[in-house]
């Protein structure tokens, strides 16, 4: 994924953190929060989308489209991308989420661009 379209998701409000997870669950690209390690935050979100991945074959779908972890202060937007890798948004927890996942949408036929 090009740098340009990483900082345009990392420049909607609300979002504090952009990541690209390879296939081996390590951070590719990242924007954003110092305060957030991103290579355990990588390898938990790897585990994360292969238990959604399982569920969704156990419920008889092909695939998922998007993962939506919310805690008290963050929240987590996850969509798969081509060539098994991941992107990820971290925002506050007010940020417009819909909004966050129209744009995630236009990103999850692009192919990443890591092979």
Avoid: C, W
Avoid at 8 to 26: A, H, N, T, Y
Avoid at 33 to 41: D, R, T, V
């Amino acid at each position: 994924m090009l740098k340009n379209e990483l900082k345009r998701l990392f420049s909607l409000e609300g979002v504090k953190m952009v990541l690209v997870i390879d296939p081996e669950g390590r951070v590719h690209d990242e924007m954003g929060a110092s305060n957030i390690e991103g290579e355990q935050l990588a390898a938990v979100v790897s585990f994360v989308m292969a238990e959604s991945r399982a569920m969704a074959t156990r419920l008889g779908q092909e695939q998922i489209s998007m993962v939506f972890v919310e805690f008290r202060e963050l929240a987590l937007v996850s969509v798969p991308l081509q060539e098994a890798y991941f992107l990820v948004v971290i925002t506050h927890a007010g940020a417009n989420i819909g909004q966050i996942s129209y744009e995630l949408k236009k990103y999850q036929d692009i192919s990443s661009g890591y092979t």
